[in-house]
T-cell receptor
Framework: DAGITQSPRHKVTETGTPVTLRCHQT?????MYWYRQDPGHGLRLIHY???????DKGEVSDGYSVSRSKTEDFLLTLESATSSQTSVYFC?????????????FGSGTRLTVV | AQKITQTQPGMFVQEKEAVTLDCTYD???????LFWYKQPSSGEMIFLIY??????QNATEGRYSLNFQKARKSANLVISASQLGDSAMYFC????????????FGTGTRLLVSP
């Protein structure tokens, strides 16, 4: 009954290959986010979406692209995976842009680029 | 730009004791929200507590309280009566009213609770 699911949960891929991570929500929330988590850096924003087909870059967007063709799905694509993109990726959702609303997070995807 | 600083990479506490996890922030936004999340070893991000910048009282949620000192720009998390299950990574985060109100995180503090 999770309102937000990420797939796959784990993935190992080779350098230079494209990879797509999927975030699916059943909460009908407008705002969706992709973060990456690395030791010593906390969570850093990659891209976010404020509606269908409306996306923008975060602080670490190089090498990543996103798409949102439906409210419920937000895809993160690594166009040509590099070892520096080995990380844990979190999707998050929010139903408001107000500063007093936090996010709900997915369970994360652990990506290893070899 | 908004920034969150957590200066304690790791903290140790004995079971049943209280512990304070430090968080300072920097923002020029007139209004903002401060959040704490817990990440246990299983990896999920669990929301713990929220403090609004205009809230007069410090937020509390069960054993969690947020020691909010606006003039010092600090939002420390206090966990009372620590339990073994409190061992986890803790992240402080803030969300302002500019920059599309994105949640900005600190680097986290790993808490270890010993018996």
């Amino acid at each position: 009954d999770a309102g937000i699911t990420q797939s796959p949960r784990h993935k190992v891929t080779e350098t230079g290959t494209p990879v797509t991570l999927r975030c699916h929500q059943t909460e009908n929330h407008r705002y969706m986010y992709w973060y990456r988590q690395d030791p010593g850096h906390g969570l850093r924003l990659i891209h976010y979406s404020y509606g269908v087909k409306d996306t923008d870059k975060g602080e670490v967007s190089d090498g990543y692209s996103v798409s949102r063709s439906k409210t419920e799905d937000f895809l993160l694509t690594l166009e040509s995976a590099t070892s520096s993109q080995t990380s844990v990726y979190f999707c998050a959702i929010s139903d408001s842009a107000d500063s007093n609303y936090g996010y709900t997070f997915g369970s994360g995807t652990r990506l290893t680029v070899v | 730009a908004q920034k969150i600083t957590q200066t304690q990479p790791g903290m140790f506490v004995q079971e049943k004791e209280a512990v304070t996890l430090d968080c300072t922030y920097d923002t020029s936004d007139p209004s903002y929200g401060l959040f704490w999340y817990k990440q246990p070893s299983s990896g999920e991000m669990i929301f713990l507590i929220y403090q609004g910048s205009y809230d007069q009282q410090n937020a509390t949620e069960g054993r969690y309280s947020l020691n909010f000192q606006k003039a010092r720009k600090s939002a420390n998390l206090v966990i009372s009566a620590s339990q073994l299950g409190d061992s986890a990574m803790y992240f402080c985060a803030m969300r302002g009213v500019t920059g599309f109100q994105k949640l900005v995180f600190g680097t986290g503090t790993r808490l270890l609770v010993s018996p």
